[in-house]
């Protein structure tokens, strides 16, 4: 019983100490999963195979997207023989006609001016690819995968490797 | 951002290694020797067993003695059930009291559902344990939502056939739910002359997965599990013959049964502290040996990670473990009490210490054990990770683990008939080996030193050289109490030797050697690893006559030089190559030769979502022996060359 208030202090120094990195601790961990969700983006257009063969490959986003500017950090990075171009537009009534890529976040795909050929659709939500979207991401406990609707991507002669393919948490063939 | 960038997408998605810290980190800044099979390697490969795919990590000894048993250890002291080896799946340990081991055969969860499997050669005691002596195999699954939809694999032969079904879906935003199965039969190994030997296996299993991520901070995992086969055991008997007795080989046919469930809850009270607790039961029924053996495990741990501030990474967990086993007695063994309960409590506290932060890592730690047969003990260990550039690092450690002594060594008795041989004696001596359990056993254990290198050479190739020097203690030894003349009726003159043995902790032993791993690629899609372990291995027992105390696991099976070299090329996106060589120096005790094994695979993908493959393997010879010892009543079981056809379909 003489530890008891020893202990009790200690728990409550614990739990104050945990209480107080949580804010900046929340900070860090929202800017580090923008990051891996604009890392997996980037590596799923490195296994994408577009119609166009410009030199520039156009995504584009809402710039009060959530990772706009982690994506932002992406600009003209190299994705084999195309380089990426990230675009922030203040809504999509700005026209999303040059874009080959369209980050729309929480956004449904069918909200979307409707997709011209060798464009597709990037989107957060596990239906996402259920509601004409390409690539869909889903966070689930904590960690982010990605889905695909081949046969909107097949629609817009948009080809993506077998090898993400199978890395895929879920494909509509 | 950098860093994420330079990853593979299967790295940012799931390559992290939790098995060596508790913690997830990249493969490069592990302080241990670590492999890890990717989910793209699984998928490449056209294994039909788990084991298969062990095969590829450097250094450890992979090899089939039987149709329902295979050796796989690391670092020496190859044998039935290695008993130095740590098994789990997702952190939850299948290793088997009774039997000191795995029953390999009975894992046959679906491959396809498995997100990589980190392989760590070197004792893991301070974090996972005792008997992790020489390793640590943790089979990580993938969550339900990463395996949405219907996918099938189908892989057929004139030997072996494997049928793998999984049906995933997420049914809200926060669950999800995955059911599968397995099915797979082996007409087992064969003798040297071509004739199958019969040990033939069938087995199945079924199980559900229900994850449920209520919150970012949340994550929660119910796994349920059932699977039952029936296997033929091959074993060597003598027969009564006009002209003496004579080696046969029986075959009894056997069965297995198991259920598990296992529920983990895991908590982020904050970025930089999380809990995670999990409670496991397990069910085994299985017949060997002419017993039946029945477990019940109970398993409870509650483990948290707490990133204290930037130079200071605790890793802390408590642990119980209660194992019920009740062993029916047969002709070969007997359990003179017939029922036995183990009982276990641990705990760990490891701190990683950030000196020079990114540079210069210091991690010290304890596991702290009692049970109720070999009482209290630590298990501490020191490592350090030093990075001195971008492309070069290097680490060391210092390690104390220990293997608890087994159920069977303890409380069984056993009786059984050897004919043993060895490159001095080509006709094999009857031995009637009698053995007695000691109670008194005491833990074996290791001091092990340890040191690598992880090396970039460029941009696509990199090394990665791990070394050890292994010092054992109390090593448990089959010691002869007396030896007669065997007679065996009708026989007037004694056939072979009859001796009383017991088991005591009567020797020591010394081990050094490295493993060597050269992975990369010649063009983006050529990829190709070349690896070479080297073992050199000594046991001394501390009675000198010859015969009067071996070691219970020998170093006899186990090789010294092992080199493997494997590659994969993709032709366009429809067909994939796959090739490995793999070489196996001859046994410690000359009774297997050397061999070298090929195994190929070409696969095409007419449809996205359809891949038709052929697979061989074992090519270079019909057959040849992987394992072969003389202490237990073992044929020589020649492993054949295997050509199957597999389908795989994802809807």
Same mark, same amino acid.
């Given at each position: 019983?003489?530890?008891?208030?020893?202990?009790?202090?200690?728990?409550?120094?614990?739990?104050?100490?945990?209480?107080?990195?949580?804010?900046?601790?929340?900070?860090?961990?929202?800017?580090?999963?923008?990051?891996?969700?604009?890392?997996?983006?980037?590596?799923?257009?490195?296994?994408?195979?577009?119609?166009?063969?410009?030199?520039?490959?156009?995504?584009?986003?809402?710039? %009060?997207?959530? #990772? &706009? =500017?982690?994506?932002?950090?992406?600009?003209?990075?190299? /994705?084999?023989?195309?380089?990426?171009? $990230?675009?922030?537009?203040?809504?999509?009534?700005?026209?999303?006609?040059?874009?080959?890529?369209?980050?729309?976040?929480?956004?449904?795909?069918?909200?979307?001016?409707?997709?011209?050929?060798?464009?597709?659709?990037?989107?957060?939500?596990?239906?996402?690819?259920?509601?004409?979207?390409?690539?869909?991401?889903?966070?689930?406990?904590?960690?982010?995968?990605?889905?695909? %609707?081949?046969? #909107? &991507? =097949?629609?817009?002669?948009?080809?993506?490797?077998?090898? /993400?393919?199978?890395?895929?948490?879920? $494909?509509?063939? | 951002?950098?860093?994420?960038?330079?990853?593979?997408?299967?790295?940012?998605?799931?390559?992290?290694?939790?098995?060596?810290?508790?913690?997830?980190?990249?493969?490069?800044?592990?302080?241990?020797?670590?492999?890890?099979?990717?989910?793209?390697?699984?998928?490449?490969?056209?294994?039909?067993?788990?084991?298969?795919?062990?095969?590829?990590?450097?250094?450890?000894?992979?090899?089939?003695?039987?149709?329902?048993?295979?050796?796989?250890?690391?670092?020496?002291?190859?044998?039935?059930?290695?008993?130095?080896?740590?098994?789990?799946?997702?952190?939850?340990?299948?290793?088997?009291?009774?039997?000191?081991?795995?029953?390999?055969?009975?894992?046959?969860?679906?491959?396809?559902?498995?997100?990589?499997?980190?392989?760590?050669?070197?004792?893991?005691?301070?974090?996972?344990?005792?008997?992790?002596?020489?390793?640590?195999?943790?089979?990580?699954?993938?969550?339900?939502?990463?395996?949405?939809?219907?996918?099938?694999?189908?892989?057929?032969?004139?030997?072996?056939?494997?049928?793998?079904?999984?049906?995933?879906?997420?049914?809200?935003?926060?669950?999800?739910?995955?059911?599968?199965?397995?099915?797979?039969?082996?007409?087992?190994?064969?003798?040297?002359?071509?004739?199958?030997?019969?040990?033939?296996?069938?087995?199945?299993?079924?199980?559900?997965?229900?994850?449920?991520?209520?919150?970012?901070?949340?994550?929660?995992?119910?796994?349920?599990?059932?699977?039952?086969?029936?296997?033929?055991?091959?074993?060597?008997?003598?027969?009564?013959?006009?002209?003496?007795?004579?080696?046969?080989?029986?075959?009894?046919?056997?069965?297995?049964?198991?259920?598990?469930?296992?529920?983990?809850?895991?908590?982020?009270?904050?970025?930089?502290?999380?809990?995670?607790?999990?409670?496991?039961?397990?069910?085994?029924?299985?017949?060997?040996?002419?017993?039946?053996?029945?477990?019940?495990?109970?398993?409870?741990?509650?483990?948290?990670?707490?990133?204290?501030?930037?130079?200071?990474?605790?890793?802390?967990?408590?642990?119980?473990?209660?194992?019920?086993?009740?062993?029916?007695?047969?002709?070969?063994?007997?359990?003179?009490?017939?029922?036995?309960?183990?009982?276990?409590?641990?705990?760990?506290?490891?701190?990683?210490?950030?000196?020079?932060?990114?540079?210069?890592?210091?991690?010290?730690?304890?596991?702290?054990?009692?049970?109720?047969?070999?009482?209290?003990?630590?298990?501490?260990?020191?490592?350090?990770?030093?990075?001195?550039?971008?492309?070069?690092?290097?680490?060391?450690?210092?390690?104390?683990?220990?293997?608890?002594?087994?159920?069977?060594?303890?409380?069984?008795?056993?009786?059984?008939?050897?004919?043993?041989?060895?490159?001095?004696?080509?006709?094999?001596?009857?031995?009637?080996?009698?053995?007695?359990?000691?109670?008194?056993?005491?833990?074996?254990?290791?001091?092990?030193?340890?040191?690598?290198?992880?090396?970039?050479?460029?941009?696509?190739?990199?090394?990665?050289?791990?070394?050890?020097?292994?010092?054992?203690?109390?090593?448990?030894?089959?010691?002869?109490?007396?030896?007669?003349?065997?007679?065996?009726?009708?026989?007037?003159?004694?056939?072979?030797?009859?001796?009383?043995?017991?088991?005591?902790?009567?020797?020591?032993?010394?081990?050094?050697?490295?493993?060597?791993?050269?992975?990369?690629?010649?063009?983006?899609?050529?990829?190709?690893?070349?690896?070479?372990?080297?073992?050199?291995?000594?046991?001394?027992?501390?009675?000198?006559?010859?015969?009067?105390?071996?070691?219970?696991?020998?170093?006899?099976?186990?090789?010294?030089?092992?080199?493997?070299?494997?590659?994969?090329?993709?032709?366009?996106?429809?067909?994939?190559?796959?090739?490995?060589?793999?070489?196996?120096?001859?046994?410690?005790?000359?009774?297997?030769?050397?061999?070298?094994?090929?195994?190929?695979?070409?696969?095409?993908?007419?449809?996205?979502?359809?891949?038709?493959?052929?697979?061989?393997?074992?090519?270079?010879?019909?057959?040849?022996?992987?394992?072969?010892?003389?202490?237990?009543?073992?044929?020589?079981?020649?492993?054949?060359?295997?050509?199957?056809?597999?389908?795989?379909?994802?809807?």
């Amino acid at each position: 019983m003489v530890y008891f208030p020893t202990l009790k202090r200690t728990g409550l120094a614990v739990i104050a100490l945990l209480l107080s990195m949580a804010p900046w601790g929340q900070a860090q961990a929202s800017d580090d999963s923008g990051n891996v969700k604009a890392v997996i983006i980037f590596n799923i257009l490195r296994f994408a195979s577009f119609p166009h063969a410009g030199r520039a490959l156009k995504l584009c986003t809402r710039s %009060n997207e959530v #990772i &706009a =500017r982690n994506l932002q950090a992406l600009d003209g990075r190299s /994705l084999g023989e195309r380089r990426l171009d $990230v675009v922030l537009v203040p809504s999509w009534s700005a026209g999303t006609g040059a874009c080959d890529v369209i980050y729309t976040g929480s956004g449904d795909a069918k909200a979307l001016p409707k997709a011209r050929y060798g464009q597709i659709t990037i989107g957060d939500g596990p239906s996402f690819i259920d509601r004409d979207g390409t690539v869909g991401l889903i966070d689930f406990g904590g960690q982010t995968r990605f889905t695909i %609707n081949a046969r #909107i &991507a =097949r629609r817009a002669d948009v080809r993506f490797s077998s090898q /993400l393919m199978r890395l895929a948490a879920r $494909v509509i063939n | 951002m950098d860093e994420l960038l330079g990853m593979s997408l299967e790295d940012v998605l799931s390559q992290e290694v939790t098995s060596v810290a508790k913690k997830a980190q990249h493969v490069g800044d592990a302080p241990a020797a670590v492999y890890v099979i990717s989910q793209d390697q699984i998928s490449r490969s056209g294994a039909l067993a788990l084991t298969d795919l062990l095969r590829r990590v450097p250094g450890l000894e992979v090899f089939q003695l039987q149709g329902s048993a295979t050796s796989v250890s690391a670092r020496g002291f190859s044998s039935r059930f290695a008993a130095n080896l740590l098994v789990m799946v997702d952190g939850a340990a299948i290793y088997n009291t009774p039997i000191s081991g795995m029953f390999w055969d009975q894992a046959i969860f679906p491959l396809q559902d498995i997100e990589r499997i980190e392989v760590i050669r070197g004792p893991g005691g301070t974090l996972w344990g005792s008997n992790s002596i020489n390793g640590v195999i943790n089979i990580i699954t993938k969550q339900s939502v990463d395996t949405q939809g219907l996918h099938l694999d189908v892989k057929a032969g004139a030997r072996d056939m494997r049928g793998e079904f999984g049906y995933g879906a997420q049914l809200s935003p926060v669950l999800g739910v995955r059911v599968y199965g397995t099915y797979r039969h082996s007409k087992g190994l064969q003798f040297a002359d071509g004739r199958d030997i019969g040990d033939k296996w069938n087995g199945a299993l079924g199980g559900v997965r229900l994850d449920y991520a209520p919150s970012d901070s949340d994550s929660v995992v119910v796994l349920g599990e059932l699977s039952g086969g029936r296997f033929t055991e091959s074993r060597t008997d003598v027969a009564v013959t006009p002209s003496g007795p004579a080696e046969i080989v029986i075959g009894p046919r056997n069965t297995f049964d198991s259920e598990h469930v296992l529920a983990r809850w895991k908590h982020i009270f904050a970025p930089d502290f999380e809990l995670t607790g999990q409670v496991y039961f397990n069910r085994l029924y299985r017949v060997e040996v002419d017993a039946g053996v029945s477990r019940d495990l109970y398993d409870a741990s509650l483990e948290g990670h707490w990133r204290i501030s930037r130079m200071h990474d605790v890793n802390f967990g408590i642990s119980g473990r209660i194992s019920h086993d009740a062993v029916g007695s047969g002709g070969l063994v007997s359990f003179p009490s017939g029922a036995n309960t183990d009982r276990w409590l641990t705990g760990y506290l490891q701190d990683e210490i950030a000196l020079v932060p990114d540079t210069f890592t210091l991690t010290a730690g304890s596991k702290f054990e009692l049970n109720n047969f070999n009482g209290f003990h630590v298990q501490p260990s020191l490592r350090m990770f030093y990075r001195h550039s971008e492309g070069l690092a290097f680490w060391g450690a210092v390690s104390r683990a220990t293997r608890t002594s087994l159920l069977q060594q303890r409380e069984m008795n056993a009786n059984f008939f050897l004919w043993q041989r060895d490159k001095r004696r080509p006709q094999p001596v009857l031995t009637q080996v009698i053995s007695f359990g000691n109670k008194h056993l005491r833990n074996e254990s290791l001091l092990a030193f340890e040191a690598g290198m992880r090396a970039s050479l460029s941009r696509s190739w990199s090394l990665d050289l791990s070394g050890f020097r292994n010092l054992y203690d109390k090593l448990v030894t089959a010691d002869l109490i007396s030896s007669e003349p065997l007679y065996v009726a009708p026989y007037t003159d004694p056939v072979g030797i009859r001796t009383l043995n017991t088991f005591r902790n009567n020797a020591k032993g010394r081990s050094w050697g490295f493993e060597l791993l050269l992975s990369g690629q010649i063009t983006p899609q050529w990829k190709t690893e070349l690896s070479y372990s080297y073992l050199d291995l000594r046991i001394d027992t501390k009675t000198v006559a010859a015969l009067s105390s071996v070691p219970s696991i020998p170093r006899d099976a186990s090789s010294r030089h092992q080199v493997r070299v494997s590659t994969s090329y993709d032709i366009g996106d429809k067909v994939s190559l796959e090739g490995a060589l793999h070489y196996v120096s001859r046994s410690f005790d000359a009774v297997r030769p050397g061999f070298a094994d090929l195994d190929l695979r070409a696969a095409y993908r007419p449809l996205t979502n359809v891949e038709i493959a052929v697979s061989g393997s074992h090519l270079l010879k019909p057959r040849h022996l992987e394992y072969y010892t003389n202490y237990i009543p073992l044929p020589f079981g020649y492993v054949p060359r295997v050509v199957t056809l597999e389908t795989r379909v994802r809807f």
